[in-house]
């Protein structure tokens, strides 16, 4: 579904990316994972077109997509749920969920989108009229979570949703996120909290320095002993 292919990315002179290659297959749970500074950020921005590969090519269902704009890319079917949730805080529930309905297919089907996310987080239907700013950190990473399935995407890039939030608020966003899936939309997951991510994940890559450093299933990783020692703590 995801190709990503020899990517080398730089701000400026400062190389971010070096030759990073990934595949995510449809209906997937991929997990990311990598320390504070090791590319994930990067590469999520870079496949969601916020930033341009230097070289290498990114294909999304057999089309490049690497030299689009980011609304041709949400119209293809990706939504990227940003790091820091980047709601607009003095703007209600639902104010914040149409923004995520731009494109020409989630307009038409506003009404259907509305409900689905609603089925997903009745709170949100619930707190409709508040303002993002009044909801909790788990409350907003269910609207950030929202917002980004009004466009109805096939797939969803979530940038490190465990931020700010405890055990238990995480712990409903992994169950929903298991249900997104389930119900179709495939998703590649970064994660700096290896515990929250491996509740989630089938395959996972490991990012060091902007360099793809170990990949495989979840039960392979879990047997490796120097991720074991470095990011688990065991």
Known sequence: MLEVSQVNVFYGDLQALWDVSLKVDKGERVVLL?????????LLRTISGLLRPRT???????DRIDRLPPYKIVEKGISHVPEGRRLFPDMT?????????????????????????????PVLKERRSQLAETLSGGEQQMLAIGRALMSNPKMLLLDEPSTGLGPIPMEKVLN?????????VTILLVEQNIHHALKLAQRVYLLEN????????????MKDEKIKKAYIGI
């Open 34 to 42: 990598g320390s504070n500074g090791a590319g994930k950020t990067t």
């Open 56 to 62: 290498g090519q990114i294909r999304f269902l057999g």
């Open 93 to 121: 529930v639902l104010e914040n969920l149409m923004l995520g309905a731009y494109t020409p297919e989630a307009e038409r089907r506003l009404d259907e989108m509305l409900e689905r996310v609603y089925s997903m987080f």
């Open 176 to 184: 929903v996120l298991e249900q997104i899936n389930r119900e179709g």
């Open 210 to 221: 902007g360099r793809i450093v170990a990949s495989g299933s979840k039960e392979e990783i």
